[in-house]
């Protein structure tokens, strides 16, 4: 397979001015025909992407038919000769037949329960005709649908509608990844929305009859996003309607192809009784983060796809605003962290390392990464610490007034911070280009009311990028007195060398320093601060994030030294019960407090500090400190589940979920010693998903859920979403040496539609997130892992070689585990016809 290299990009010889598609649709017989009236803008002849599956029946120039010596066919491109093109202006045509009935892999046109509906980013519109398939060719769309379906929808406005034919007008230049048709027998919500400057707005919501009374909380989602976009960054709307499409077979969570935004249901379906306050506030993120899109994607999109993180990065940067404004801002920024950790740190400790503007890859599907969409908002949320929130502002309307319309780069992007606020970004540059998370060391030195920080980062060697020169670090520090009071409120250092003191005068008193506040930058701190500090700071900080932090690494430090043979911490137990029942500390924050540091994550500091973690160690600690808290806390966790419960109807809002969430963690550790009584109480009892589901995950910890699986898989055994759930927390929550065994039992039912991303994800996404599970020593983790992705790789390669990062970490474990990790790769990788995707994951991992 071909290696793609940033630095060979060219612009593409032809200018796009219109691109018109006719649509004939039918299961296993669909025909395309395109025009494309293109100019000549550079050498060379017209070479445009088709894939394997394109039936070519037609190729024309300005209406004349090409012959055999016009153009050539090798792999998934094709070639018209220079000879064959007439001067400078042209209409290419293509007539193609294809095939979207037996389309398994989710990308271009395919069916999901009978509905046409397409998916192109980033390269599928290559397997709906022959393209200029790059993100810099754009051009206005023309688009006519032929189909008996009843509804036909596509980009940009409706021009005509009859029964059986539609056509759709899309007048803002864009990519063909932006591209969408969907045809199905769709019911829509509908709304409207009049734009800051009087422009009405249609909204539809589309999904399969009977689904209608799951759609609102999404069409309240989008007016919030619409409306909060112009109110923070000034951008309104630019078309006369914006739908919305809910379907069930999709490989990402949602798309956003202009106008016409396609989601995966499990993002836009919700009722009380079906989703959980997890799934609504997701919901409400990602609509946001589509819509968000229209901008910061569609109006400036990405030159090539090594740009990649400069939509997706700024795109989460601002779903993450979004959502700190509609609930809390601490809790939204500790999740945030939390995910980060979990995902992006991990990414970045391993083999799968890679900058967040890569510079080369085989398949740009493996490189839609939390380093790219999590640590691309990260840096974005650099940039504006160290030019402050104006300097940021007018940034960002640099950015929107010189770039609107274009294709642009991560330098464009970098440029108009330069020139909006006269940095000079080029150090700070180096995290777009350098992989790897920085290691902070800080030190300090107390001399006669004055403290001196000092600071040392080192990145650690990822794959070809063995030397990292210094970063620039926003370090957010405060200091707390030893009254718990505030001596110095924040601000920023800015870490430029390898090795940098900071010292602060006056002070009375040896203050606290409580550092890295806001996690002002995706690094791991290393600091010398005992159980006491940590306790004083979880007690006294101002700073949300870094009282959590405080917590957290109380908790850490105790599940390390548990691991390796130590008893439960008796300063954690403490501390954490201060905070419990301090009830004028909001419940989501306390929540998530009491959670422990996963499993994954503590596996991952041993391993940095030079220790090979022992799975089944780590779990048997994790238990036991859960344990010891519960029984220390009995008394108040049991006054917390009383008291958190929320009366009245179910409604999906910050409060009630922080209540919920806070009641759900004492649930899970008091089950802990009352047998699962409470969970079956819970079980039997709640009036919305959110208990019932907490409930079910206690009653499987207990070992007591056997009815319960029955009865739930009985009682939602229609309702796909909900099956997801009971797919996924059966290996999740098993007793790890189950795991395994669990997960392949439940593969082998009927209803195991493995072909579905959602139901795939959800059995071997939930084994792979036991950590002591996945990892069993006698490898049968890693074996049904990799039988269900030799078997979905020949279905759908962009699933099997997502989830195959199950197995990044494999070079932490012990010999027996590493050797059977390695054998389980090695399987994969020797499977015959093994996709691109697959391919190039399974390769950088073993490399
Ligand atoms: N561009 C899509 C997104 O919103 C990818 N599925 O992240
Ligand atoms: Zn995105």
Known sequence: FQTQYLADYRPYPFRLNETRLRFRLSDHATEVESELDLTREGDGPLVLDGGAGLKLLRLAIDGRELEPGDFTREGEVLTIAETALPGTSFTFEAHVRIDPGANTTFEGLYLSGGMFCTQCEAEGFRHITFYPDRPDVMGPFRV?????????????????TAPGRAEWHDPWPKPAYLFALVAGDLVAISDSFTTMSGREVALNVWVRPGDQDRAGFAMESLIKSMKWDEEVYGREYDLDVFNIVAVDDFNMGAMENKGLNIFNSKLVLASPETATDDDYNRIEGVIAHEYFHNWTGNRITCRDWFQLCLKEGLTVFRDQQFTSDMRSAPVKRIEDVQTLRARQFREDQGPLAHPVRPDHYQEINNFYTATVYEKGAEVIGMLKRLVGDDGYKAALDLYFDRHDGDAATIEDWLSVFEDATGRDLAQFKRWYTDAGTPRLRMDEAWDDGKLTLSFTQVTPPTPGQDDKPPRVIPIAVGLIGPNGDEVRPTEVLEMTEATQSFAFEGLGARPTVSVLRGFSAPVVLDRDLDDAGRAFLLAHDTDPFVRWESGRGLALTALQAMAQG??????????????????????????????????????ARLSDAGIVPDPDAIHAAHLRLARAVAETHEGLLDRLYRQMTVPGAYIPD??????????????????????????????????????????????????????????????????????????????????????????????????????????????????????????????????????????????????????????????????????????????IADTPRLSRNTSEMVSRMMA
């Open 144 to 160: 006519s649908i032929e189909s008996t379906k009843s509804i036909l929808l596509s980009n940009g406005n409706p021009v005509s």
């Open 654 to 827: 910050a409060e009630g979920a922080a209540r919920r969430a806070l009641r759900n963690v004492a649930l899970a550790r008091l089950s802990l010693l009352d047998g699962g009584a409470r969970a079956a109480a819970q079980f039997a009892d709640a009036g919305n998903m959110t208990e019932r589901f907490a409930a079910l995950a206690a009653l499987i910890r207990a070992g007591k859920a056997e009815g319960a699986l029955v009865e739930f898989h009985e009682e939602f055994a229609s309702n796909r979403l909900v099956m997801d759930k009971w797919y996924m927390v059966q290996p999740a929550a098993a007793d790890p040496s189950q795991a395994a065994a669990i997960t392949r039992k439940l593969s082998e039912r009927d209803d195991f539609d493995w072909k579905n991303p959602n139901r795939f994800r959800a059995l071997l996404g939930g084994l792979s997130a036991n950590h002591a599970g996945f990892h069993a020593a006698d490898g049968a983790g890693y074996d049904v892992t990799a039988d269900w992705l030799i078997r979905m790789d020949g279905a759908n390669p962009q699933i099997a070689a997502r989830m195959s990062s199950a197995f990044e970490t494999w070079w932490r474990y012990d010999a027996g585990r590493r050797e059977k990790s390695l054998a389980a790769l090695q399987r």
């Open 566 to 603: 130590a008893e439960p911490d008796p300063a954690y137990i403490a501390a954490i019960g201060e905070l419990a029942g301090d009830d004028a500390v909001d419940p989501a924050f306390r929540a998530l407090c009491l959670q422990l540091p996963p499993e994954d994550e503590v596996a």
